[in-house]
């Protein structure tokens, strides 16, 4: 049976009679005749949207009828499998063998899918094979049919889980491409894309019809929150259902502290990259910068390479901007943003400041047709400079410094405050911790044979390794930097001029009680608590014996105590002498090694974190 539009004379919806029940015998009559009641009204809902689109699409090309391979002929048939057993709503071959499962679920939609490859057909868009156009073409055509069904944003997780995913290896989720373009740059503007197609194929001219747009298409397609400053982003505008942007491909790094994240991809044509950063509250406030690094053999010039950052931070509030890339003296790709001011931003004549920044949304877009971007760097953040305490090398030995504390040497001459410049000693928890083995122990006697000593070395060193702690902090000025000299080994030595900070809160313990060491209660199941002094009593008795004890210079006691005064003074503070102002001399090796001598048997190193 055969129904034919009064509208469009050329247009005819086949109900073939192997499809209908007509073969008598094989149904009731009553059964056959609801069946076929059933297909011959899908045939003219066919009929009804094949009229609607092929108005649609007229107008959409600009064209007529006899500029389309007439008669247009469409065949309801039951479910449509391919060799790999693949389930199709429709099948076009051309515009005479147009195929329309009449079990599939949105037969209108399909009708007009289905017509519109007719169209490429017909207007030479074809082969079938590029499935980036010719496929995401006819998915975004069921939007030209009819705006309030929608069905073509049903493509958008699939297309938004993977934006690195090249444009050319798209299917039907390439829709919201030519989509985000119909809304952007006017119905015209697609047509013009897909009538270029019919007379070139070529990447490089599809690549350079969408490249001015590009960047921008990935933005509004990422639906960022931070890039359109809505909890909900931004989203496709004539869509019903929502969309769940947790879905997007993009990369979350979470910084926490300084360490460096790596990220290392291949850019592929047509394609976006995706990076949220969220930087810890930890050092938030106090970052100066943050560096990204593209590596060493990318041109930078190549106006292909397009990369935007969205950054949400208290000031600005929010912000958006494309960002410039530039080369290191080493030849490597960067960009950076500024937190506050400081001299690499400003000798890198950095504007924006975003104070106080919580999260960056980094989007990278390539339009190369055929070459691959290939992105390896790293991306840091840069606060003042710390370095953490590794090891100390004392008596011709090296103490290893324990994991459950740490002392740091900052050096912060960027501070945007410039009373907030400074040097500045932490010394936290344990430490360091003392090995017996390093001393000559013989030497003080026990307050058996010594009463001078009151407290046995060894059970001193016990206490102060487990119990006693060297906690404080200092901070100096710097009032000047002397002079700077290249030492034999290839360190770099500079010398500070330094000043006990005004009305500095911080101190060593020494500095705030009369006692020598600091120390906690034993804890029970520890040395001391178990087999040492279990009870309070005994253990406050010993602390006052270690507290009121006067140590020779020479003593063990005192040499523990010396090396903290060094330490956390930089050298103005010994065991019975305290300047607050004075010279320290420290030793740099590429800006990422420190190490201070007070003496050639008491050296100090510590790493950049
Ligand atoms: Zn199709």
Not at 104 to 117: L, M
Not at 532 to 557: Q, V, W
Request: with cysteine; hydrophobic share 35%; aromatic share 14%.
């Amino acid at each position: 049976m055969t129904l034919i539009s009064t509208e469009h004379l050329a247009l005819k919806v086949h109900v073939p009679t192997n499809v209908l029940s007509t073969e008598a015998g094989n149904f009731s009559p009553e059964l056959a005749d609801s069946m076929d009641q059933n297909l011959l009204a899908i045939g003219e809902r066919v009929l009804e949207a094949g009229e609607r689109s092929l108005y649609k699409f007229f107008d959409f090309f600009d064209i007529g009828d006899y500029d389309i391979d007439i008669p247009v002929e469409l065949w309801i048939t039951g479910d449509i499998f391919n060799d790999e057993g693949d389930y199709y709503l429709g099948l076009c071959f051309n515009c005479q063998q147009i195929y329309i499962n009449a079990w599939g679920y949105k037969i209108e939609e399909t009708t007009a899918h289905e017509i519109f490859h007719c169209f490429q057909h017909s207007l030479g868009m074809w082969p079938p094979i590029q499935k980036w156009i010719v496929e995401g073409g006819a998915k975004m055509s069921e939007d030209i049919y009819e705006k309030s069904h929608n069905f073509e944003h049903n493509v958008y997780p699939k297309y938004l889980r993977h934006p690195e995913t090249s444009l050319f290896e798209k299917s039907y989720e390439a829709a919201l491409i030519w989509y985000e373009k119909y809304q952007t740059n006017s119905p015209d503007a697609v047509k013009l894309q897909y009538l270029a197609f019919a007379a070139d194929t070529s990447r490089g001219t599809h690549a350079n019809l969408l490249k001015d747009d590009w960047h921008q298409y990935a933005l509004d397609l990422s639906n960022n929150s931070i890039v359109y400053d809505t909890n909900a982003g931004k989203k496709p505008t004539d869509h019903g259902g929502e969309i769940n942007v947790s879905e997007s491909g993009s990369v979350n790094i979470y910084q926490s502290n300084y360490s460096t994240s790596r990220w290392a991809f291949d850019l592929q044509p047509l394609s976006a990259r995706y990076y949220v950063i969220t930087i810890g509250a930890a050092i938030r406030n106090k970052a100066n910068l943050i560096r990204f690094t593209l590596g060493q053999d990318l041109d930078i010039n190549n106006d292909n390479l397009k990369i935007s950052a969205a950054i949400k931070a208290t000031q600005p509030d929010k912000s958006h901007k494309m960002v410039a890339l530039k080369k290191t003296e080493k030849g490597e790709a960067y960009f950076q943003l500024c937190f506050k001011e400081n001299t690499i931003c400003k000798n890198d004549n950095e504007q924006d400041i975003y104070e106080d920044p919580y999260q960056i949304f980094v989007t990278i877009t390539s339009t190369e047709p055929d070459q691959i971007f290939s992105i390896n760097g790293t991306i840091d953040l840069f606060g003042p400079n710390r370095y953490e305490l590794d090891e100390i090398h004392f008596n011709d030995g090296t103490l290893q410094v324990p994991d459950v504390g740490k002392f740091e040497i900052i050096i912060d001459t960027d501070n945007e405050n410039e009373e907030d410049r400074g040097i500045y000693l932490v010394a936290s928890k344990h430490w360091m911790a003392f090995d017996t083995e390093f001393y000559g122990w013989d030497e003080f006697g026990d307050p058996v044979t010594n009463p001078d000593v009151k407290v046995h070395p060894t059970r001193l060193t016990g206490y102060v390794n487990k119990l006693c702690r060297f906690r404080g902090n200092m901070g100096y000025d710097i009032e000047s930097l002397g002079e700077t000299k290249k030492l034999d080994d290839g360190w770099i030595e500079r010398t500070f001029k330094i000043k006990r900070k005004e009305g500095d809160e911080g101190s060593g313990n020494f500095y705030k009680t009369k006692q020598k060491f600091v120390c906690g209660k034993p804890k029970a199941g520890t040395d001391l608590g178990t087999f040492g002094f279990p009870f309070y009593a005994a253990y406050a008795k010993m602390l006052a014996a270690i507290n009121a004890t006067d140590y020779g210079a020479d003593s063990f006691a005192m040499k523990l105590r010396h090396i903290f005064a060094k330490n956390i003074s930089l050298g103005l503070v010994d065991n019975n002498d305290s300047d607050t102002e004075g010279e320290v001399k420290m030793e740099f090796f590429t800006d990422q090694l420190l190490r201070i001598k007070y003496s050639d048997n008491l050296i100090f190193y510590y790493t950049k974190k």
